[in-house]
Each structure stands twice: as structure tokens, then as C-alpha cells.
């Protein structure tokens, strides 16, 4: 029995990264994700953020909290690995820009393909990453969903706009799934 939540965590978590890829696909157009780009100072100060500031907290603070090593490895690959998935999510849910959002995982998403393979053996010992392997599961669960949508949106509007709802609420489903099971498992 015990063996059934980690999958149904990982199902969880794969379907709301998918879903929520292709409902922001289907509720926005290229158009729509590449005019915030444009803010060249929103764009430089939160790539800033996310490859410096981010990962040289967590640096600052795992030399001040005692931890053990595996566990300050973990939070390290967290802190370079930029670009959570969750982010257009999160955006959705505290009503803020979806489309800004999506723009800056993206990029996100891109610098952290170039970054992780250099920085990460840099502060972990023995570490070797390979580009390919952060790309991979980035470019299949992400970039793919999203970009369906996005054709979906462009060649049949009315199509993405009845299913965009229905892929957001099995957006939803999956993340609150995936967190119930998880605490479930923590307690």
C-alpha cells in the first residue's frame, strides 16, 4: 500500500505540469507571452534574482543552519535550478500576469539549461551535468504541452477556449492531489 503514493505523487505532479503547460497554451498567444519580454529592466532584474541573488541566499544560509550534506546538495540544485513549473500556476492563482509569467519560466527555463552544467560542479564536488539531461524532461513536460497549446490557440480559438477551462481544473486537480498525497505521506 505504501508503494502507491509515491506514484500517485509522481502522476500527480506530471499531470499538473503538463496540464497547466497546455492550459497556458491554450489561454495565451505568442503575442501575448513575448510583449512583457520587452521590459529589458523586469527582465535583467529577475534573471538577477533567479541565477545570483536566489542561489547566494541559500549558499549564505546553509553555512549558517546545520544540515547534513545530502540534504544541503538538494537544496542547492534547487536554488541554480531556476524556472519552476509552477510558475504560470501561481500566477493564475494570485490573479497576476499569466503571460509575464510564462515569458520569464521560459527563459528561466533556457538560462538554467546553460547554467546548471556550469555552475553545479562548481559548489558540489564530483558533480557532472550534462546539458542534455536537464533539457529533456524541460523540453517534453514544459515546452511541448505549451507549445501544443499555443498552435492549438493560434488554428482553433474555439476549440482552446472550451477546453482551457476544463485542462485548468485538471491543472488544479493534479497540484492539489499531489500536495494532499505528499503531507499525507510527511505525517
Known amino acids: 500500500m505504501s508503494d502507491i503514493f509515491p506514484l500517485i505523487d509522481k502522476l500527480a505532479f506530471l499531470t499538473f505540469i503538463v496540464a497547466t503547460m497546455l492550459g497556458t497554451g ?16 523586469l527582465i535583467v532584474l529577475s534573471l538577477v534574482a533567479n541565477f545570483v541573488l ?41 490573479k497576476g500576469n499569466v503571460a509575464f509569467s510564462t515569458g520569464l519560466m521560459m527563459l528561466l527555463m533556457f538560462g538554467t539549461i546553460i547554467y546548471m552544467p556550469i555552475v553545479l560542479p562548481l559548489v558540489l564536488q564530483g558533480v557532472q551535468v550534462n546539458s542534455w539531461e536537464i533539457a529533456k524532461p524541460l523540453l517534453f513536460l514544459m515546452l511541448s504541452p505549451l507549445a501544443i497549446g499555443l498552435f492549438i490557440k493560434a ?20 497540484l492539489f492531489l499531489g500536495l494532499a498525497v505528499r503531507l499525507a505521506v510527511h505525517f
Do not use: H
Open 26 to 41: 491554450l489561454r495565451l498567444t505568442v503575442q501575448q507571452i513575448w510583449e512583457p519580454l520587452r521590459n529589458t529592466r
Open 54 to 94: 536566489v542561489p547566494l541566499f541559500v549558499y549564505l544560509l546553509l553555512q549558517i543552519v546545520p544540515l547534513s550534506e545530502p540534504i544541503k546538495d538538494g537544496f542547492i540544485i534547487m536554488a541554480i535550478a531556476a524556472g519552476p513549473p509552477a510558475l504560470p500556476k501561481l500566477a493564475q492563482i494570485v
Open 155 to 174: 488554428k482553433f480559438a474555439a476549440i482552446a477556449s472550451s477546453f482551457q477551462p476544463i485542462v485548468s481544473k485538471i491543472s488544479s486537480a493534479g
